[in-house]
C-alpha cells in the first residue's frame, strides 16, 4: 500500500518562501499513472486544493495561488516539492500531500493523503 | 464552483441514521456523462479519507453503511446506523469544473 509523509519547515517568516516534501513509499513516482497533489487546510477551516504533477509534466494550479507555486518532482528520492513564495499570515495552514489516481481529467479526486504538516507563517 | 454543506452540526444517536446534504452552484454533470462528486471522512487528529467518488462509488474498505447518491447539483451521504467511529468532519468535493477542485464547508458529526 503506498503512503505518504510531509516534511518540510514548520515556521516561515512573512514574505519567505514555504518549502515542504513529500516522500512517497509503496511505490514509485515514476509511475505515469498518478497526479502528485498538495491541498491545505488553514486552522479551523475547511480544504483548499494547491495543484498537482505528473510525472509525465502535467502540471495543474489552483488560479488563486498560481503566480507564487511551484510544483516538482524528485524522481531520485522518489519525493515531490512545493514551493510557495512571499507567503503571509493567510498561508498558515495544515499542508497535506496526496494522490491522484489514473491521468483523466476530469478525476476522481485524491484517493491516498499524507498525514499532513503544519506550518505557521509569523515574524 | 461554489459548495454548500447541511447541516454544519449534525448530533446523532449510536445506532441511529445521519444524513449530510451537498449542494452545488452548478450542475456537476461533465460532457463525458460522468458526475464527479467526492465525499470524504476526517476524524479527529487526521487527515482526510475518501469514502466515495462520482456521487456513488464507496472506496476500498469502506464500510457498506455509507452510502451517496445524488444528481446533477443535489448529493446526499447517508450512514445507515451510525457508529462511534464515525465522528467527525465530512467534506463534499467536486471535480467536474475544474481547476480548481473545491470543498464543501465541512459537516460535524458527534455523538449525542
Known amino acids: 500500500q503506498m503512503q505518504l509523509q510531509e516534511s518540510g519547515p514548520g515556521l516561515v517568516k512573512p514574505s519567505q518562501t514555504l518549502s515542504l516534501t513529500c516522500t512517497v513509499s509503496?511505490?514509485?513516482?515514476?509511475?505515469?499513472?498518478?497526479?502528485w497533489s498538495w491541498l491545505r487546510q488553514p486552522p479551523g477551516r475547511g480544504l483548499e486544493w494547491i495543484g498537482f504533477?505528473?510525472?509525465?509534466?502535467?502540471?495543474y494550479n489552483n488560479p488563486s495561488l498560481e503566480s507564487r507555486l511551484t510544483i516538482s518532482l524528485d524522481t531520485s528520492k522518489n519525493q515531490f516539492s512545493l514551493k510557495l513564495n512571499f507567503v503571509t499570515v493567510a498561508d498558515t495552514a495544515v499542508y497535506y500531500c496526496?494522490?491522484?489516481?489514473?491521468?483523466?481529467?476530469?478525476?476522481?479526486?485524491?484517493?491516498?493523503w499524507g498525514q499532513g504538516t503544519l506550518v505557521t507563517v509569523s515574524s | 464552483v461554489v459548495m454548500t454543506q447541511s447541516p454544519l452540526s449534525l448530533p446523532v444517536t449510536l445506532g441511529q441514521p445521519a444524513s449530510i446534504s451537498c449542494k452545488s452552484s452548478?450542475?456537476?454533470?461533465?460532457?463525458?456523462?460522468?458526475?464527479?462528486l467526492n465525499w470524504f471522512q476526517q476524524r479527529p487528529g487526521q487527515s482526510p479519507r475518501r469514502l466515495i467518488y462520482?456521487?456513488?462509488n464507496r472506496d476500498s474498505g469502506v464500510p457498506d453503511r455509507f452510502n451517496g447518491s445524488g444528481s446533477a447539483s443535489d448529493f446526499t451521504l447517508k450512514i445507515s446506523r451510525v457508529e462511534a467511529e464515525d465522528v467527525g468532519l465530512y467534506y463534499c468535493m467536486q471535480g467536474t469544473h475544474w481547476p480548481p477542485y473545491t470543498f464543501g464547508q465541512g459537516t460535524k458529526l458527534e455523538i449525542k
Open positions: 504533477m505528473s510525472y509525465s509534466g502535467g502540471t
Open positions: 496526496a494522490r491522484v489516481k489514473g491521468l483523466s481529467l476530469p478525476n476522481d479526486g485524491f484517493d491516498i
Open positions: 509503496g511505490g514509485s513516482i515514476r509511475s505515469g499513472d498518478y497526479y
Open positions: 462520482k456521487v456513488s
Open positions: 452548478q450542475s456537476l454533470v461533465h460532457g463525458d456523462g460522468n458526475t464527479y
